[in-house]
């Protein structure tokens, strides 16, 4: 008899903890985010650069390959978050790019040890520039 009460009490333990967590995860809401990670950051941004009279351009392509004024930055992409990503050069210095907006970005140079603001350039505003 204890035993089939102990059965009876570790069943309905059981149904209760389901039908709380399922009750649980039904309520919480995941907003899928608009922009995907790597979307935030693709695109072409400008800047002006330590020792640079001119404005500086840095591309993101979808495939994480960086170019600064149509030249590859050599190097890897370690981690990267919704507002952040870490670019490792082949010098082993790190890029820290942190989103602070969709249209402005800043660059942390560990090289440098500066941290540099971009705007994001639309498309028609390279070619204007040109």
């Given at each position: 008899?204890a035993?089939?009460?102990?059965?009876?009490?570790?069943?309905?333990l059981s149904?209760?903890a389901?039908?709380?967590?399922?009750?649980?995860?039904k309520?919480?809401?995941?907003q899928?985010?608009?922009l995907?990670?790597?979307?935030?950051?693709?695109?072409?941004?400008?800047?002006h650069f330590i020792?640079q009279?001119?404005?500086?351009i840095l591309?993101?392509?979808?495939?994480?390959?960086?170019f600064?004024?149509?030249?590859?930055?050599?190097?890897?992409?370690?981690?990267?978050?919704?507002?952040?990503?870490?670019?490792?050069?082949?010098?082993?210095y790190?890029?820290?790019?942190?989103?602070?907006?969709n249209?402005?970005?800043?660059?942390?140079?560990?090289?440098?040890?500066?941290?540099?603001?971009?705007?994001?350039v639309?498309?028609?505003?390279i070619e204007?520039?040109?």
């Amino acid at each position: 008899m204890a035993k089939k009460k102990h059965l009876q009490v570790i069943l309905g333990l059981s149904m209760l903890a389901g039908i709380t967590g399922s009750f649980f995860l039904k309520n919480q809401k995941v907003q899928a985010p608009t922009l995907s990670t790597k979307s935030k950051f693709i695109g072409s941004w400008k800047g002006h650069f330590i020792n640079q009279s001119t404005e500086t351009i840095l591309e993101i392509s979808p495939k994480m390959e960086f170019f600064l004024n149509n030249l590859p930055i050599e190097g890897h992409l370690l981690k990267q978050s919704s507002s952040k990503l870490i670019f490792e050069d082949h010098y082993g210095y790190q890029l820290i790019f942190t989103l602070t907006s969709n249209d402005t970005l800043d660059l942390y140079d560990d090289a440098e040890e500066k941290i540099y603001a971009l705007q994001r350039v639309v498309a028609n505003q390279i070619e204007n520039e040109s």
